[in-house]
């Protein structure tokens, strides 16, 4: 009896065509002798859906062709079940996958989704919410507001909202930060919420980022002018200046004086003045091109 493989397709994300890659996968699921289930996520029960595909063909693997967003959906559907998840990069900037250094080709990623070891990364709960990669409040937040809601996508929508965004910054804004380190007061331009260490884009912002650590980093940013914000883009995190500040804990708090624009895992969430924060140790399993 064959095996069945669950393949989640978000249809719509990264404004891409997803067709090649889905008979590209039912070739390579065919060729390795397994039965391949396909479902289209529609916006509308999905997480039951899945729930409920599993329940029926209780698959060896659930891959993923999506970006963070539906990578997250399908971890929570999933969190009582112990499944591999592997990943097709669909998104507009596929954050996770650049974080988990995937190779870029339909072919290898299908080889590492069916067949790699895995890795059990952790999942940061914010007020709730659980985000699996990079959320932030404040600047980049804003930028994916207007990403959102305007009509190009991937890296150059980005990029032209980065510009148009930092044309329109708003005042900074002031964060109290506690937990178990001494408690932080300062204005802030942006504060990352972090398990990992790049954005899609490949921007780090979290040089010293693990997945599977029991920790996330705080990385808040005083200040986002042209010297600081040139050597983020370029790769040059400036941890050692004293407009960035990083943190590496398992909890926080963080209010604002007024309300901030925040994202979770390049999802737009409106504005927060407290974000309630802790780790969430080893909640997915994800294959992975090696074990670091």
Known sequence: MKKNILLVVNPISGDVDKL??????????????????????????????IKALYNTYLPERIIVAGGDGTIKMVAEAMETHDVVIGILPAGSANGLAVDLNLPT??????EIAFLNDY???????INGKKSIHLSDLGVNAELIKNYESGSIRG???????TVSTLIDLDDPFIATITGDFPTIECEARMIVIANSQKYGTGVSINPNGVMDDGKFELVILKNMDLLVLGKI????????????????????????????????????????????????????????????
């Open 20 to 49: 090649e890659l889905i008979d590209a996968t039912t070739i390579f699921a065919g060729n390795q002798n397994l039965n391949l289930v396909i479902y289209n996520t529609s916006g509308t029960s999905d997480i039951e859906n």
């Open 155 to 161: 890296k150059w929508g980005y990029a032209l909202q």
């Open 233 to 292: 883009i370029t790769g040059n995190m400036p941890v050692d200046n004293i407009d960035v500040e990083i943190i590496s804990t398992n909890k926080a708090v963080v209010t604002t004086n007024i309300p901030v624009s925040f994202q979770i895992d390049g999802e737009y969430c409106g504005k927060e003045t407290k974000l309630d924060i802790h780790i969430l140790p080893k909640q997915m399993k994800v294959a992975v091109s090696k074990i670091k």
């Open 105 to 110: 080709t339909t072919e290898e990623n299908l």
């Open 119 to 125: 890795m059990e990364i952790d999942m940061i709960s």
